[in-house]
């Protein structure tokens, strides 16, 4: 079993940066897959950044040249740097983990951050 949090979500005017980050604890597998969705009242979650533990990186096109996700393997942590942040990511942020074990996959969700970019 896996549990992540969540953290540094918050309110931020447009132009704004913040930083998340998600912790995870429990049984994470050498093989793995981190990534940051969020979701919008009303619509799919969508997926914004993706860290493999090889630190292959993957963007969604709306955030590419803003957005930075990173992970620090040793503090079983993942982030996602936001700048120049737009009304139109205002969403509640989720963690998301896949780990492999054996050859069948797990996959476990945080509890989701909320990230207002209001004036």
């Known amino acids: 079993q896996v549990q992540l949090v969540e953290s540094g979500g918050g309110l931020v005017q447009p132009g704004g940066s913040l930083r998340l980050s998600c912790v995870a604890s429990?049984?994470?597998?050498?093989?793995?897959?981190m990534a940051w969705y969020r979701q919008i009242p009303g619509k799919q979650r969508e997926l914004v950044a993706s860290?493999?533990?090889?630190?292959?990186?993957d963007y969604a096109n709306s955030v590419i040249g803003r957005f930075t996700i990173s992970r620090d393997n040793a503090k079983n942590t993942m982030y996602l740097q936001m700048n120049i942040l737009k009304p139109e990511d205002t969403a509640v942020y989720y963690c998301?983990?896949?780990?492999?074990?054996?050859?069948?996959?797990?996959?476990?969700w945080g509890q989701g951050t909320q990230v207002t970019v209001s004036s």
């Open positions: 860290i493999s533990n090889g630190f292959s990186t």
């Open positions: 429990g049984s994470i597998f050498s093989r793995n897959l």
């Open positions: 998301y983990v896949k780990t492999w074990r054996e050859g069948v996959p797990y996959a476990y």
